[in-house]
């Protein structure tokens, strides 16, 4: 499985950015999928997650700003980001897991700053 991150970019504190992963295959078997970011100098970090029912699951730093969504028609993951902060500065990785493996994005910046 490939994975395609995108909508990543500049934006101001207290702006929305939308993230979308596209998947190269169906993601109907892919039983949870979401979103990790690493900042500088800092580890990869969970975000975000959502099962094939589409249960979701959020970091406490981002719950009740970050919404994740999956459309299994389109094979896509989407991450609305809201009132962004520039904490929030980081490259964002879309995962999947499917059958025990993981999979993995190439990662998409964004970036907060005034």
């Known amino acids: 499985v490939q994975l395609q991150a995108s909508g990543g970019g500049l934006v101001q504190p207290g702006g929305s950015l939308r993230l979308s992963c596209a998947a190269s295959?169906?993601?109907?078997?892919?039983?949870?999928m979401g979103w990790y970011r690493q900042a500088p100098g800092k580890q990869r970090e969970y975000v975000a997650s959502i099962t094939s029912t589409s249960i979701t699951g959020y970091a406490d730093s981002v719950r009740g700003q970050f919404t994740i969504s999956r459309d299994n028609a389109k094979n896509t993951v989407s991450l609305q980001m809201n009132s962004l902060k520039p904490e929030d500065t980081a490259v964002y990785y879309c995962?999947?897991?499917?059958?025990?493996?993981?999979?993995w994005g190439q990662g998409t910046q964004v970036t907060v700053s005034s």
């Open positions: 995962w999947g897991r499917m059958y025990g493996n993981d999979y």
């Open positions: 295959r169906s993601i109907f078997n892919i039983n949870d």
